[in-house]
């Protein structure tokens, strides 16, 4: 394994958003807040409680869950796309770099920024609410396996498409969708049949109830069970992902 190439990979990806973290970082975390702010003191003072907790302390993993994936997204997403259009993606799948280590260094930066932009958005909401982690390995486990997964589906995003049209499909006609559909506002175990039984399908549930909790200690699934499937969703993006670096589908002219 190339792990020189794949640390400067990494190292490049870091730096890119870096240059501009006010966009990066700065940005996100602002407009995170903002629902924080909006969301949580308009509807708290209408809805005190879900399931025995604050509805100002409930909806923190789930604000945490939207900055962190949608910046690991955009973030490997658009690096890989901007590479692809400017026809640099030929001399990186010529460079002695296997599909492994294009893999690592993508999606090493995209979720050293989401985890970054999750990092931050937490501070913020517990500046807020007072709330402080009840299970940090939980909470660590969540967050990497969310932040890892959106790296993943960044990428192949990237592959697929072939307009910045397209880049934006997925976040817009998917995430936003599925995010707001994930219980970050309200449980899903309160929504009426059949939308009750059909949100298990929807694998930013777990993520979000993983992360719930991780910071609150209260959560609708085992965390095991959330885990176990999160895990199977990581790595069968990550197979394909690499089979379509590996074969250099759509990315070799």
Known sequence: MNTLGMKTLLVKEVRRFMRVPGQTVLSPLISTSLYFLVFGYSLSKQVHEVEGMPYLAFIVPGLVFMGLANNAFLNSSSSLFITKIQGTVV?????????????????????????????????????????????????????????????????????????????????????????????????????????????LFNPMVYMVEGLRYGMLGQSGFPPLLGGGILLAVALLSTLVAWAALRSGYKLKA
């Open 91 to 199: 001399d990186m799948l010529a460079a002695p770099l296997g599909p492994l280590e294009l893999l690592a260094g993508f999606i090493g930066g995209a979720m050293v920024r989401g985890l970054m932009v999750g990092v931050l958005t937490w501070a913020v909401a517990s500046f807020f609410t007072g709330v402080h982690l009840t299970h940090v390995p939980a909470t660590f486990v969540f967050l990497l396996l969310s932040s890892y997964t959106f790296s993943v589906l960044g990428i192949l995003a990237a592959v697929w498409a072939e307009k910045f049209e397209q880049v934006n499909f997925f976040p817009t006609f998917v995430m936003t969708p599925l995010t707001f559909l994930g219980g970050i506002f309200y449980s899903v175990r309160e929504l009426p049949a059949p939308w009750n039984h059909l949100s």
